[in-house]
């Protein structure tokens, strides 16, 4: 069983900056993506920014410009750097890790997210 533990969440001013931290509790045989999610109160989940095994990106309107996915396949962790943090920014952020792990069974295909951690951006 693979759990994901968020960090770095937190109240901020509008402005400020946080980085996200998602750290794999066990080793991912082969990660395809990790991505960073956000839901805001009354509203659906929507994607924040993702990267692929390759290295490509993209992020969502709203934050280009502003926020960096990163990760370090090594210790499967994933992280999201946050600039210029705005208080429509404000949401619950979930990161989740679409790959492969390594079981008794054999090879098994793997989607997990995380518990959720929430950054507040005041104006």
């Known amino acids: 069983q693979v759990q994901l533990v968020e960090s770095g969440g937190g109240l901020v001013q509008a402005g400020g900056s946080l980085r996200l931290s998602c750290a794999a509790s066990?080793?991912?045989?082969?990660?395809?993506?990790m991505g960073w999610y956000r839901q805001a109160p009354g509203k659906q989940r929507e994607l924040v920014a993702a990267?692929?095994?390759?290295?490509?990106?993209n992020y969502a309107d709203s934050v280009k410009g502003r926020f960096t996915i990163s990760s370090d396949n090594a210790e499967n962790t994933v992280y999201l750097q946050m600039n210029s943090l705005k208080p429509e920014d404000t949401a619950v952020y979930y990161c989740?890790?679409?790959?492969?792990?390594?079981?008794?069974?054999?090879?098994?295909?793997?989607?997990?997210w995380g518990q959720g951690t929430l950054v507040t951006v005041s104006s």
């Open positions: 990267i692929r095994s390759v290295g490509s990106t």
């Open positions: 066990r080793s991912i045989f082969r990660i395809n993506a």
């Open positions: 989740n890790v679409d790959g492969m792990v390594l079981t008794t069974k054999g090879i098994e295909s793997l989607e997990v």
